[in-house]
């Protein structure tokens, strides 16, 4: 019963801060205050009632319409609200059932409270940033760079709580256990944003233009403190089979169209999108899927 009443109090929780995520959404890119004024519709400016601004529901009462002006409200914003829900129900229910267990020890509850508000907080940066890139091509440091160094404390974190556990390897003292997966993490970000930034390297050499922009080097290194740098490869390579899928649907689209390559050539797409696509996929099944290409592959 706790595990259901729990995860259905944070499912609510994250419709709530869904629907907070789609205000950023919005006002980020034209640099206007998150605070105020009060939510409205962006074409007439009325000032949403409380029933209006409820979210998933109201957007399905309204059929996704200004209730003054009749505007095209947009999908994106239930789908915000609807993926930070479900994504924070999977972690909130895997909590909720741990915590019921009887005889757990205080430390290992820590450690699961920090691990499950730890991926709540990824998921929210991960959804924000997908669509961020999507819309608008645009990666903000306050995310990346917030996200990357959260990543790494919740990381230092966990490791602290294991090391202090009474599971923990009686070996290595705490804080060497500390410092280790302080290093590694540290380590593993700044090999996954030099990957990037090799590859952009190499395609400004041939092209002599920007081909990646730097925004997804820091998107790659918040993969690496959060899914550790194996999970951040893992993101990496099914973003890129992801963003090659639709360079391939677009080429197609455009040939139809007769578009000249050169257009083609010019043609932007939000590999951010892609990378946090497969980020998702990550944090889910990276370690399934990384054993078994591993034995597909003979070692």
């Known amino acids: 019963m706790i595990p259901i009443l729990g995860t259905t109090f944070v499912a609510l929780m994250g419709l709530a801060f869904g629907s907070f995520l789609n205000v950023c959404l919005t006002r980020w890119p034209k640099e206007e205050c998150i605070v105020s004024p009060r939510s409205h519709c962006r074409d007439c400016y009325h000032v949403l009632t409380w029933w209006e601004n409820v979210p998933l529901l109201s957007w399905l009462a309204l059929r996704g319409r200004c209730r003054v002006c ?4 947009g999908w994106r914003y239930p789908v915000v ?4 829900a479900v994504l924070w129900s999977l972690p909130a229910w895997k909590l909720f059932s741990l915590l019921s267990e009887e005889e757990l020890p ?7 409270i920090l691990i499950a508000v730890g991926w709540m907080l990824f998921y929210w940066l991960i959804v924000g940033l997908a669509f961020l890139d999507a819309e608008h091509l645009w990666l903000p440091d306050r995310l990346t760079i917030t996200g990357a160094v959260l990543g790494c404390l919740v990381a230092t974190l966990h490791a602290w ?5 009474p599971m923990r390897n009686m070996n290595q003292t705490v804080s060497n256990a500390v410092r280790s997966a302080f290093l590694s993490n540290v380590a593993g970000m700044a090999i996954a944003a030099g990957l990037i930034l090799f590859i952009s390297g190499i395609y400004w050499l041939m092209r ?10 820091r998107l790659m290194a918040l993969l690496a403190a959060w899914l550790g740098l194996p999970g951040a ?3 990496f390579g099914l973003g890129v089979v992801l963003g090659a899928l639709v360079a391939l ?19 932007r797409l939000p590999l951010g999108t892609f990378l946090c696509i497969g ?3 990550s944090s889910f099944w990276s370690e399934r899927m990384i054993t078994g290409y591993l034995r597909w592959a003979g070692f």
């Open 208 to 217: 002599r233009r920007e081909g990646i922009g730097p925004g997804d080097a």
């Open 279 to 281: 980020g998702l996929v």
């Open 249 to 267: 649907v677009l080429l197609a689209v455009r040939t139809n169209e007769r578009s000249g390559s050169e257009g083609w050539a010019l043609t």
């Open 70 to 73: 009749r505007a095209w409200i």
């Open 106 to 112: 205080l430390i290992q509850a820590y450690d699961d």
């Open 233 to 235: 490869l893992l993101a």
């Open 161 to 165: 709580l294991v090391a202090e556990s």
């Open 81 to 84: 609200e609807l993926a930070v």
